[in-house]
T-cell receptor, first 110, second 115 residues
Framework: SQELEQSPQSLIVQEGKNLTINCTSSKTLYGLYWYKQKYGEGLIFLMMLQKGGEEKSHEKITAKLDEKKQQSSLHITASQPSHAGTYLC??????????FGGGTRVLVKP | DTEVTQTPKHLVMGMTNKKSLKCEQHMGHRAMYWYKQKAKKPPELMFVYSYEKLSINESVPSRFSPECPNSSLLNLHLHALQPEDSALYLC??????????????FGSGTRLTVV
């Protein structure tokens, strides 16, 4: 089965600073999902990357997919308290079995 | 309607009780999923329904029994649960049963406590 490892596991960032989260796959990535979860709540779909080299942005969040490195990165520019939460990556083209990396917990200090 | 609605939001049940979790979507999605999430862990897939038929059971104990009465509704029947089954139970749906090309939509979950 395909395993995803996220790094770091957690991070604390000062409001206004940038941050980057990485998601590395044990097998070839044919696409990747990024989700965000507030504590005790459901997952919010952020974006899906389908092709190697693809880059997508939504508001201050940018995600890239590097197929060769079997890796994706999520970058947040000028972080705000609303960016706090747990970010989860999941492999695309996984059939019906959407699974997740271990998650990265983000805390934004005012 | 672009939501997945889960009820109840919170549930406390005894180990001898029978209860059900409900999940509903009206987006025309043909695949629906149950996940279990323990504290500080990612969601773990339990079941997948594709066109109202069970397509994946991730070796879930029989005290959890899923049901998909129609394309909009997914239930999870609970019986004789253990305290370690306490968790957040998440329901999700996707347009395509194959790859979820447009992403998976998640409900806000049911917080289950088994006493």
């Amino acid at each position: 089965s395909q395993e995803l490892e996220q790094s770091p596991q957690s991070l604390i960032v000062q409001e206004g600073k940038n941050l980057t989260i990485n998601c590395t796959s044990s097998k070839t990535l044919y696409g990747l999902y990024w989700y965000k979860q507030k504590y005790g709540e459901g997952l919010i779909f952020l974006m899906m990357l389908q092709k190697g080299g693809e880059e997508k942005s939504h508001e201050k969040i940018t995600a890239k997919l590097d197929e060769k490195k079997q890796q994706s990165s999520l970058h947040i520019t000028a972080s705000q308290p609303s960016h706090a939460g747990t970010y989860l990556c999941g492999p695309g083209a996984a059939g019906n079995k959407l699974t997740f990396g271990g998650g990265t917990r983000v805390l934004v200090k005012p | 309607d672009t939501e997945v609605t889960q009820t109840p939001k919170h549930l406390v049940m005894g180990m001898t009780n029978k209860k059900s979790l409900k999940c509903e979507q009206h987006m025309g999605h043909r695949a629906m999923y149950w996940y279990k999430q323990k504290a500080k862990k990612p969601p773990e897939l339990m079941f997948v329904y594709s066109y109202e038929k069970l397509s994946i059971n991730e070796s879930v104990p029989s005290r959890f029994s899923p049901e998909c009465p129609n394309s909009s509704l997914l239930n999870l029947h609970l019986h004789a649960l253990q305290p370690e089954d306490s968790a957040l139970y998440l329901c999700a749906s996707s347009l395509s049963p194959g790859t979820g090309d447009y992403g998976y939509t998640f409900g806000s979950g049911t917080r289950l406590t088994v006493v």
